[in-house]
């Protein structure tokens, strides 16, 4: 018989959404509720699936409250588990040590934080009566180390003269051992310090971690595959990064499962948590995600080149944001749109951005898409068409020609023969110095930036530019 469980990381529960700002009542609840929905669908998925167990891998709260409201909303929740005899295991993160309020809470019997000073294991369903009854601690039995078989199982052949394993009756075995943060930074390698994995047993490492390589120059209990792989243990519940990602499948299952709701424009894509399933000790296929997210964030880039009217902007502002409702899959929509291009509409978007009304243009039409697009920010980013040509003769032409002739005698300044890649910007004398008189006013402040003045490079890239500044000025100013 399998068994299943959640990996959830990163809950941030009371986190506010940022950039979200708006007047409207229902939008403003939408948003401030979209953590706590994630949160009751991971629950409801629990109930459904028939979960022997829940782990947090950190990050269940983002930080200091001002009252106590979201972590008696959250116990509420955890009791619905707690109902149906669901364990709940916690390994706290950098944010939750930021919570004051948290050591205040009373939290539900099947609710296990993991110790803060080393690491502790928690063996299912032994250790059940002790954390859901209070019963006493048993005496564990010793057993014999299994054979190991990964083919077809964990566990060998277990015959009847086999040592009996205190798990006789459960569908599965498993160890879950974990460490919670001490404080808000933690610059120590706490995977280090677990232990070996538990025989007879499918076992899971719980950790609030950066696992980004070396472990090196982190302040989050940073590790490395190497460490965790030293361990021995079959799957590793990893939290603190906010992007779904797998590190590695075997010889351990290790990964994030990202933030459970995204809360600000650079948490886009899909959110929410894995479905796990185990089966004669080893996974049963790769961990499913499962989103929960109730808001969706999308980046909208509108390329507006050769866009003329008013009715082809809003047409092509309709079909690619329609595909965006269709992506979001019911979910409410949090879309910031950036427009660019050349486009004859520059000048009138500028100027309506100029006068806070470039929102107008675009909220009644998003608003005929229905009720779950919301536009949260509009980037302007549109150029004036560039003119065919500049023409040879008038002022345009004078200009460009001139132009023409400034860099050209720059260009075979910087490409003589008698001047090195080393000692071209000695060559110059100061009176032949492009940029002279500037580097005298605001060298100092330039250097600081990194930016030299007369480097040859520079001064090339510069080149490169500078007549598609140029000619946009032009534009502009017809």
């Not at 949160?39 to 950190?58: H, Q, T, W, Y």
């Not at 599965?172 to 070996?196: H, M, Y």
């Not at 009176?431 to 060298?443: H, I, N, Q, T, Y």
Request: aromatic fraction near 8%; glycine fraction near 6%; charged fraction near 30%.
């Amino acid at each position: 018989m399998s068994l299943k469980f959640i990996h959830a990381a990163d809950l941030h529960l009371d986190s506010p959404m940022r950039g979200l700002g708006t007047t409207d009542p229902e939008i403003a609840e939408t948003i401030r509720d979209a953590s706590r929905k994630a949160f009751e669908r991971l629950i409801d998925v629990a109930l459904e699936e028939n979960v022997a167990f829940v782990v947090v891998a950190g990050d269940l709260f983002d930080g200091d409250w001002d009252d106590l409201a979201t972590g008696l909303w959250t116990i509420r929740q955890l009791r619905r588990l707690e109902a149906r005899r669901v364990p709940v295991f916690i390994s706290l993160g950098n944010h939750d040590l930021q919570n004051k309020t948290l050591p205040k809470l009373t939290w539900p019997k099947n609710v296990k934080i993991f110790n803060a000073k080393k690491p502790e294991t928690f063996l299912y369903p032994d250790d059940l009566p002790q954390l859901l009854d209070g019963a006493p601690k048993r005496a564990r039995k010793t057993v014999a180390a299994p054979t190991v078989n990964r083919e077809n199982t964990l566990f060998g052949d277990l015959s009847e003269s086999a040592p009996t394993s205190l798990f006789d009756d459960a569908p599965e075995r498993v160890a879950l051992t974990g460490q919670s943060f001490r404080a808000q930074f933690c610059p120590e390698n706490l995977a280090e310090n677990f232990p070996s994995a538990t025989p007879n047993a499918f076992n899971i490492g719980v950790l609030h971690t950066d696992a980004s390589g070396d472990g090196a120059a982190s302040r989050y209990a940073p590790t490395s595959l190497e460490t965790l792989n030293a361990k021995g243990y079959d799957y590793w519940a990893l939290g603190h990064v906010h992007r779904r990602q797998t590190l590695q499948t075997a010889p351990a299952w290790v990964g994030y499962p990202g933030v459970l709701q995204g809360r600000h424009i650079r948490e886009p894509e899909p959110k929410g948590f894995y479905l796990v399933e185990i089966e004669n000790g080893a996974l049963l296929g790769e961990p499913r995600f499962v989103a929960a997210d109730s808001l969706r964030w999308f980046s909208l880039e509108l390329d507006l080149t050769q866009v003329a009217s008013e009715e082809e902007l809003r047409r092509r502002f309709q079909d690619a944001a329609q595909t965006i409702v269709e992506e979001a899959e019911e979910r409410f929509a949090a879309v910031r749109l950036t427009l660019g291009g050349r486009t004859e509409l520059h000048r009138e978007l500028t100027q309506r951005r100029a006068r806070q009304t470039l929102g107008e243009t675009f909220r009644p039409w998003a608003l005929e898409l229905g009720d779950a697009f919301w536009l949260e920010e509009i980037e302007l980013k549109t150029t004036s068409p560039r003119p065919g040509t500049l023409g040879d003769t008038g002022i345009l032409g004078d200009l460009a020609a001139d132009f023409e002739r400034k860099i050209a005698e720059l260009s075979a300044r910087l490409a003589a023969p008698e001047t090195t890649q080393t000692d071209e910007s000695q060559a110059l004398d100061e009176s032949e110095r492009p940029f002279a008189d500037l580097e005298k006013r605001v060298g100092a402040y330039w250097q600081a930036l990194g930016v030299d003045l007369n480097d040859p490079a520079t001064l090339r890239r510069w080149r490169e530019e500078a007549r598609e500044i140029l000619i946009d000025a032009f534009n502009d100013a017809e």
